[in-house]
Structures are given as structure tokens and as C-alpha cells.
């Protein structure tokens, strides 16, 4: 039986998810099967395959794509790219389809849950390993009222890395930013601006630092995003006020390296545990 392959399809040649910073994690688990991926604008018929998809640039297109799916016996389909959840999964039909949804909500709740993890620049930009000489570190977007309030107290924060845009992008290139990543133990991760998901909290993992996740979104209101997509299983330490991030610092600092390393395990065990999954679902 020949390997499946990994389609990346849209109906918009120039909108493909393989060129998108989200698609890092399905980038990483295909590279760890060694699963060809091909960029299609029609999908070729076959018995069995992944198929990824950006859900922004797709919407109102779903009955198109489901016809296209119909012609795989067993799909193991990936909405991604898709923040403000404007495509309409439930439009996909198909007797033999295992769905997962990148930001997915709680009305998402039949479907399996992908995070954003990490960007798949991330690779290319590793720095060399360096001692923790800072306690936290943020740089990024100060562009709503959660990264605001996190933003009036982090120039009272001793032993700091702070290095705040007024956008997505804007400041410090990957390798720069990576590597005073590295050399931090803490980094909060306030909630993006539209899904309170965000590459930081997985990036801070990878650079073995201790994030700290939001729980409430940008327009100010309780967001379950991580019970949503991990259930109880969720390590990372949580807030709902960054006015009391010098508490939280000194709680994680009174356990670390262990809760670093307890952290930096759950998420190697994710990846590994999902990449295996998939693989099962495609031959179910």
C-alpha cells in the first residue's frame, strides 16, 4: 500500500496554506512521516489522503471543495488560516472524512481541534542555546486592551526583555527575536487579536521558556480557547489580569527549571501524539 499523500488544495491557486506562517505544525508532523506534499488546485482521485486547506480564502466556496473531497475514499481534512471562522465546515460532506480545525470555537465542538503551534520559520531561525539570564521577555504588538494592560506593567519588570510594535511583525527579525526567547525563562503570551491562540506561547515551548497563556480574548471577554483545544490536559500557567504579572513570576520562578521541563515534555508528547493519530485516521 503506497504512503497517502498530504494535498494542499485551494480553490485560489494563490491563497495556499503551505505559504502561511499557521501551517508550521502540519509541516512538522508531515516532515516526521516522511508524507509527500503537493499543491493542487484540482484534486487528483485516490483512495486515501490528507488534505489541508485555508478556511479565510476558501469561505463560501465549501461546496466546490466538498465535491473535490469526493473524489478521495478516506480524507483526513485541515481547515487552517481561519481566525474569524468564516468557512462553513458543516457545508463538507463526506462519508469517509476526519475533520480538524485550526481556531476552532466551541461551535466546533464534533470536530478535532488544531492549534497554531509554531511558524514554520522557526526551523531556519533556531539560535545557539544560551544561559537564562533575563526573567521574561515579550516583544510583540501592543494593538488591544490585553496586550495594553500587560504593557502598563512591563517596564516595572527587573531582569526583562521588553520590545513593544504597533503591529503584527514589525520589530525584531526571527533569529533576533529567537534568540532573546532563549535566553528568558518566562513569557507571557497575551491573546492575539482576533483568536486568543497565539505562535508566541508555542515559540516560548520551543525556546524551553515558561509561557503564560491568556484567558481572556481581545475584546475583553472569558475565552475557554485552550480547554476547548486541549481539555484538561493544559500544563501552562493561566491569567485573567497581566496587572498581576510580577506574582505570577515569582510563583513560576519557585518551580523552575521543573515546571519548564515539565511543560517543554507535555508539548513534545502532543506533537508526537498527534502526528501518530492522523497517520491512524488516514487508514481508518
Known amino acids: 500500500m503506497s504512503q497517502p499523500k498530504a494535498y494542499i488544495f485551494s480553490v485560489d491557486p494563490k491563497d495556499c496554506a503551505k505559504d502561511k506562517w499557521d501551517y508550521g505544525l502540519l509541516k512538522e508532523t508531515f516532515d516526521r512521516n516522511n508524507t509527500e506534499e503537493i499543491v493542487v488546485d484540482v484534486i487528483p482521485e485516490c483512495e486515501r489522503a490528507f488534505v489541508v486547506i485555508p478556511g479565510k480564502g476558501n469561505a463560501r466556496k465549501e461546496k ?3 465535491e473535490e473531497l469526493n473524489k478521495i475514499g478516506r480524507v483526513v481534512l485541515f481547515i487552517t488560516g481561519d481566525e474569524e471562522n468564516l468557512f462553513d465546515v458543516k457545508q463538507i460532506k463526506h462519508d469517509n472524512c476526519s475533520i480538524w480545525i485550526q481556531y476552532p470555537t466551541l461551535k466546533h465542538e464534533r470536530y478535532n481541534k488544531l492549534p497554531i503551534g509554531v511558524p514554520k520559520h ?9 544561559n537564562k539570564v533575563n526573567d521574561i521577555c515579550f516583544a510583540g504588538q501592543i494593538t488591544h486592551q490585553r496586550r495594553q494592560q500587560l504593557a502598563s506593567v512591563m517596564p516595572t519588570i527587573q531582569k526583562s526583555i521588553y520590545k513593544p510594535t504597533d503591529g503584527f511583525a514589525k520589530g525584531s527579525t526571527p533569529k533576533e527575536y529567537y534568540k532573546d526567547l532563549i535566553s528568558s525563562k518566562i513569557v507571557p503570551s ?6 486568543i491562540d497565539s505562535f508566541r506561547l508555542f515559540e516560548a515551548i520551543e525556546m524551553m521558556c515558561v509561557p503564560i497563556a491568556d484567558t481572556i480574548n481581545s475584546k475583553g471577554d472569558k475565552d475557554k480557547f ?4 486541549f481539555g484538561n ?3 501552562i500557567p493561566k491569567t485573567d489580569n497581566w496587572k498581576k504579572l ?3 513570576i515569582d510563583e513560576i520562578k ?3 527549571p521543573n515546571n519548564m ?6 508539548w513534545l508528547k502532543f506533537k508526537r501524539d498527534f502526528a501518530n493519530k492522523i497517520m491512524r485516521e488516514v487508514y481508518e
Open 246 to 248: 510580577q506574582d505570577i
Open 226 to 229: 485552550y480547554n476547548i483545544v
Open 261 to 266: 521541563h515539565q511543560i517543554v515534555c507535555w
Open 190 to 195: 497575551p491573546a492575539g487579536v482576533v483568536s
Open 254 to 256: 519557585d518551580n523552575y
Open 64 to 66: 466546490e471543495i466538498s
Open 233 to 235: 490536559d493544559f500544563p
Open 122 to 130: 522557526l526551523k531556519d531561525n533556531l539560535p545557539e542555546y544560551s
